[in-house]
């Protein structure tokens, strides 16, 4: 098996002669590679992709589509994928030129394991790092964009924003479920933002909110004289986002003499304004938001439970923040970075002490209530009251309070991360700041999964 330095990577290897695939096939294998051995280039492109992770091992004398044709054809679904060609005594001009025209490397027969190995090991390393580098270009892109941002870096967030994208490409209806505060709102119009949609309207209403009298008609609209008072034709929010995105927060609090009205629109995509006989076809996409679980008020006969299989074509969980403690800091660095751009203040360096509180709260109201004290801390400065300070401590997920190396690890990590931010991932300064030897604080970022280069911007 590998040294476990490089992850385990699938490669595809074709050669006519049989002896030649087993040999290299069982080489590859022992050493932890997935192989899958074929006689021909039939087939091998079907098997690619732009984000595909392995390496082809081909040889250049085939019948049929031989290795260099196959070379050719694989660069038109990635130019950057690694092409290894197994070559003959006589074909090494020829190799030569693959080279040039962007073949990995070569290999001339006959030839040993152990250079086969260090290949194909330095092709697939060459294969994760331009991955990898893909990857985070598009992560600086989207960050970068304009619109919502979803800061974070834990991985439940890293999955969200993965999930948000992929679904954001398609026309499906989404069901957002999450606590008061966690960011329902935001995750709605990141996904039309980075939607085919983003150009036309995104909607948003709170079906708490409105009156329960006053509702359909905000949905549907209504023609002059639908009933009293309605002295012109309205223009209903179904209407209004016709071609984007309507958002329905708080859609646990719709009626129940409405719900049916909705799934209708749902399945029909149509809808008539009130003192209307007349269809108007929608192309919408529909993302409802809710705090509490439809499935059990569907159960309770609080919520139709057609409607919520309906909704429920895609569903997000977006998690609470004291799910995503180590995501603390950074988001209360970004609000207090734009409440001190609205607000026209100099931000007071927190203290250690207060950042620690602000890892060990609880949070009940979620990031929307540590935006509220970024604010507060932003316009009082050190006069801000952390009014949770002596509230007592739970635990993520069973209620038993925080053990006592579990906080002080808590509290170490944050001291570290603080200071990498402060002297912009300088380690020099990091470690004289901290008292620590370099290897000790080497080791403390491995533990916690600190990285200067996340610092340095």
């Given at each position: 098996m590998n040294s476990g330095e490089s992850p385990v990577a699938p490669i595809l290897l074709v050669d006519d002669e049989k002896h030649?695939?087993?040999?290299?096939?069982?080489?590859?294998?022992?050493?932890?590679?997935?192989?899958?051995?074929?006689?021909?280039?039939?087939?091998?492109?079907?098997?690619?992709?732009?984000?595909?992770?392995?390496?082809?091992?081909?040889?250049?004398?085939?019948?049929?589509?031989?290795g260099l044709e196959l070379m050719r054809q694989i660069q038109a679904?990635?130019?950057?994928?690694?092409?290894?060609?197994?070559?003959?005594?006589g074909d090494i001009s020829m190799a030569v030129s693959a080279?040039?025209?962007?073949?990995?490397?070569?290999?001339?027969?006959?030839?040993?394991?152990?250079?086969?190995?260090?290949?194909?090991?330095?092709?697939?390393?060459?294969?994760?790092?331009?991955?990898?580098?893909?990857?985070?270009?598009?992560?600086?892109?989207?960050?970068?964009?304009?619109?919502?941002?979803?800061?974070?870096?834990?991985?439940?967030?890293?999955?969200?924003r993965q999930l948000c994208r992929t679904v954001a490409e398609t026309p499906a209806d989404i069901l957002i479920l999450a606590e008061t505060g966690s960011g329902k709102d935001l995750v709605a119009r990141y996904i039309h933002e980075r939607s085919p949609r983003r150009s036309k309207n995104f909607v948003a209403i709170n079906c708490g909110a409105v009156p329960e009298n006053l509702i359909e008609s905000e949905l549907f609209g209504h023609e002059a004289g639908a009933f009293t008072g309605a002295k012109a034709r309205r223009i209903g929010k179904f209407e209004h986002a016709n071609g984007g995105t309507l958002f329905l927060d708080?859609?646990?609090s719709m009626p129940m003499s409405?719900?049916?009205?909705?799934?209708?629109?749902?399945?029909?995509?149509?809808?008539?304004?009130?003192?209307s006989n007349q269809l108007i076809p929608l192309d919408i996409r529909v993302i409802a938001a809710a705090k509490i679980d439809l499935k059990r008020l569907a159960e309770e006969g609080k919520f139709r439970e057609d409607l919520y299989y309906r909704l429920n074509v895609v569903r997000i969980d977006i998690p609470p923040l004291r799910e995503r403690r180590d995501d603390i800091p950074l988001l209360f660095q970004h609000f207090i970075l734009v409440a001190s751009a609205l607000y026209g203040r100099e931000v007071v360096e927190l203290s250690a002490e207060r950042m620690h509180s602000l890892l060990m709260h609880d949070w009940p109201g979620n990031v929307r209530e540590l935006r509220n004290l970024a604010e507060r801390y932003v316009l009082?400065?050190?006069?801000?009251?952390?009014?949770?300070?002596?509230?007592?401590?739970?635990?993520?997920?069973?209620?038993?309070?925080?053990?006592?190396?579990?906080?002080?690890?808590?509290?170490?990590?944050?001291?570290?991360?603080?200071?990498?931010?402060?002297?912009?991932?300088?380690?020099?300064?990091?470690?004289?700041?901290?008292?620590?030897?370099?290897?000790?604080?080497?080791?403390?970022?491995?533990?916690?999964?600190?990285?200067?280069?996340d610092y340095k911007a």
């Open positions: 030649i695939r087993l040999a290299a096939g069982q080489t590859l294998e022992l050493e932890g590679y997935e192989v899958d051995a074929l006689p021909s280039a039939e087939g091998v492109l079907e098997k690619l992709d732009p984000d595909w992770p392995g390496v082809i091992v081909t040889d250049i004398n085939m019948p049929g589509m031989d679904v990635d130019a950057e994928l690694p092409v290894i060609l197994i070559t003959g005594h080279i040039r025209e962007g073949a990995y490397d070569f290999i001339e027969k006959p030839f040993a394991s152990d250079f086969l190995l260090d290949t194909v090991r330095r092709a697939v390393d060459k294969r994760r790092l331009t991955l990898e580098n893909r990857r985070l270009r598009q992560e600086l892109e989207i960050q970068n964009a304009a619109g919502p941002r979803m800061v974070g870096k834990d991985p439940k967030i890293v999955a969200l708080e859609i646990e409405l719900q049916i009205k909705l799934l209708r629109v749902l399945e029909e995509r149509a809808i008539e304004r009130l003192g009082l400065g050190e006069s801000c009251t952390f009014d949770f300070d002596n509230r007592p401590i739970t635990d993520d997920t069973n209620g038993n309070g925080l053990t006592l190396p579990e906080q002080v690890e808590r509290f170490e990590r944050m001291l570290i991360h603080t200071e990498l931010s402060k002297h912009g991932g300088s380690i020099k300064d990091t470690l004289h700041a901290l008292g620590l030897p370099r290897k000790t604080l080497y080791d403390k970022m491995k533990k916690y999964g600190l990285e200067k280069e």
